[in-house]
């Protein structure tokens, strides 16, 4: 692409235009932004097979109903490792890494179709969940560095609603289930993601990273500086560290069993078939996702923290009725809000991760943003088998854990606020406990 193209106004046509972004983007953007998305596209599907087929699945590996939490709890131990790969980013460049963990990813994908018991599941799928949780923190980190700052909060709500659409194509492979089985819905979503691998050599670095890529020194051990960069954070942002981290972990904790188990429950609790399944998650999830975009669109305006907060509270009370267990008649359309919330906080939060601290640390902040998250949700989703055998079912046992939600509300209101301001601006705001010990 030429220097030309890439300052050249993007017409964006792959969106109507009420969901396009505010001020619009470059040519340079557009591409940077469709190469991640398609990605994240692609990615959705991926991890959301596991949660439409988890009877089908059960059936043929022989796990036990009390063990489903614990079966992805374990996936999830994988961000530690995404963890390591994020960090690497800082050091090596986010176009290198991205190119390693989307071919990582795809071809663990492909492997899982055909394993043979459960073990080899558990380890195909963390494997695959380790490159694909690296491949969602890096993708937040470029859409940050990348796109201007009126357009960041739509870029963040469209790249989680691209992610999640990846969700609804696997629902319309899950009607074929009973043709193509499980393991054919893997194979065929990795097909996509080779796509998507080829294509990538054609995403540039990010300026932001070129820009201090000299400051980047050669070190004999990568893992000693990416742990250096994470002491230097926590002495430079104690204070905004450690309340997004906690705002993080309390809403890890309360919404990941939730999001899990939705398709689940829906089949053994609200008996639906494969069928009515996909025909309450696919229209569901595209309004859901629809108003996620225009949710982004609208934390330019009002702010990430208002739009997040009222996310949440959303999230919270939806979910709690969807698993109330109450005889409603509709009760099973509750999952749309609920869902909405969910996803509508979840890019937010990677999007603010990667928004309120220096491109230095950027990269390291959004790993360790999705690692607490993951491994927070990896402690909830164990904790449900037993509450499960406790309480006598899944709905009064994630309502339970859906209580640590008011401390994620109240938190995110104590964290720097973002909208409209350039990443520059927000990482020269001293620390807020730093401000006032200098008074």
């Known amino acids: 692409m030429t220097a030309d193209a890439e300052d050249r106004p ?23 932004f469709l190469l991640v998305g398609a990605a994240a596209l692609f990615g959705g ?11 089908q699945v059960q059936a043929s590996l022989h796990i036990a109903e009390d063990k489903i939490g614990l079966t992805v709890s374990i996936f999830r131990l994988a961000a530690i490792a995404a963890l390591v790969l994020a960090w690497s980013a800082d050091l090596v460049g986010r176009r290198r890494l991205l190119l390693f963990t989307i071919a990582g990813q795809a071809l663990a994908t492909f492997a899982t179709g055909f394993v043979q018991d459960y073990t080899q599941f558990l380890w195909a799928q963390t494997i695959t969940r380790t490159f694909g949780y690296a491949e969602e923190m890096l993708c937040y980190v470029v859409i940050a560095e990348e796109i201007s700052a009126q357009a960041r909060g739509w870029a963040n709500g469209t790249l989680a609603a691209m992610y999640y659409a990846g969700g609804g194509v696997a629902s319309l492979v899950f009607i074929g289930i009973g043709l193509y089985g499980w393991r054919g819905m893997y194979v065929i979503g990795s ?11 054609y ?16 070190v004999t051990s990568r893992i000693a500086k990416a742990l250096d960069l994470t002491r230097r954070l926590l002495h430079e942002h104690p204070r905004r560290i450690a309340t997004m981290l906690v705002a993080i972990a309390a809403y890890g904790f309360a919404i990941w069993p939730a999001a899990v188990f939705g398709q689940k429950y829906l089949q053994s609790v609200l008996h639906f078939t494969p069928g009515q399944t996909t025909a309450l998650i696919l ?40 698993y109330s267990g109450i005889h409603w008649p509709y009760v099973a359309y509750m999952w749309v809000p609920g869902f909405f919330g969910f996803l509508c906080a979840d890019s937010l939060f990677a999007g603010l991760s990667a928004e309120i601290f220096p491109t230095a640390y950027r990269a390291t902040v959004s790993g360790l943003r999705y690692v607490v998250s993951i491994l927070c949700g990896a402690v909830s989703l164990a904790l449900e088998g037993p509450l499960y055998n406790l309480l006598g079912g899944h709905g009064p046992a994630l309502i339970v854990l859906m209580m640590t939600m008011p401390i994620a509300m109240i938190a995110v209101l104590r964290l720097p606020e973002p909208a409209g301001r350039t990443l520059e601006d927000i990482a020269a705001e001293p620390d807020q406990k730093r401000k006032v010990a200098n008074v």
């Open 10 to 32: 993007a017409n964006i046509r792959w969106l109507p235009p009420g969901l396009r972004p505010p001020g619009g983007l470059t040519g340079r953007q557009e591409l940077v």
């Open 45 to 55: 599907y991926d991890t959301n097979v596991f949660g439409f087929a988890v009877p």
């Open 191 to 201: 097909v996509p993601i080779f796509l998507v691998a080829y294509l990538r050599r």
């Open 203 to 218: 995403l540039p670095e990010t300026k932001r990273f070129e820009l201090r890529e000299h400051e980047v020194e050669k």
């Open 283 to 322: 229209p569901g999830g595209l309004i859901a996702v629809s108003f996620n975009i225009l949710a982004g669109r609208l934390s330019d305006t009002l702010g990430r923290r208002a739009v997040i907060f009222f996310a949440l509270l959303v999230a919270l009370a939806s979910f709690g009725t969807f």
